[in-house]
């Protein structure tokens, strides 16, 4: 996935499984160099408490536009 956010020094990886039973579809997300937070989130404790606030991706949105594109059959 695109470096969007430098200054954040994490790196977001994605893998797509696809054609499960029934057409299912998983993606797993990988956040390198990112700590116990939210992608796009906050930074709601300090960096040394929680690790880093990756900024390249917003979890809410990759949540929405991941369901929005696979409605209940």
Same mark, same amino acid.
């Given at each position: ?6 200054l954040?020094l994490?790196? /977001?990886?994605s893998? $797509?499984? +696809?054609n =499960?039973?029934n057409?299912t579809e998983?993606?797993?997300? +990988?956040i390198?160099? =990112? =700590?116990h $937070?939210?992608?796009? =989130?906050y930074q709601y404790?300090?960096k040394?408490? /929680?690790?880093r $606030?990756?900024?390249d /991706?917003?979890a809410?949105l990759e /949540?929405w +536009?991941?369901?929005d ?5």
């Amino acid at each position: 996935m695109p470096n969007k956010n430098k200054l954040d020094l994490c790196r /977001i990886h994605s893998d $797509t499984y +696809e054609n =499960g039973d029934n057409d299912t579809e998983v993606v797993l997300y +990988e956040i390198k160099r =990112g =700590g116990h $937070t939210w992608p796009g =989130g906050y930074q709601y404790f300090p960096k040394f408490l /929680i690790g880093r $606030t990756c900024r390249d /991706i917003d979890a809410n949105l990759e /949540i929405w +536009e991941f369901f929005d594109s696979h409605p209940k059959k």
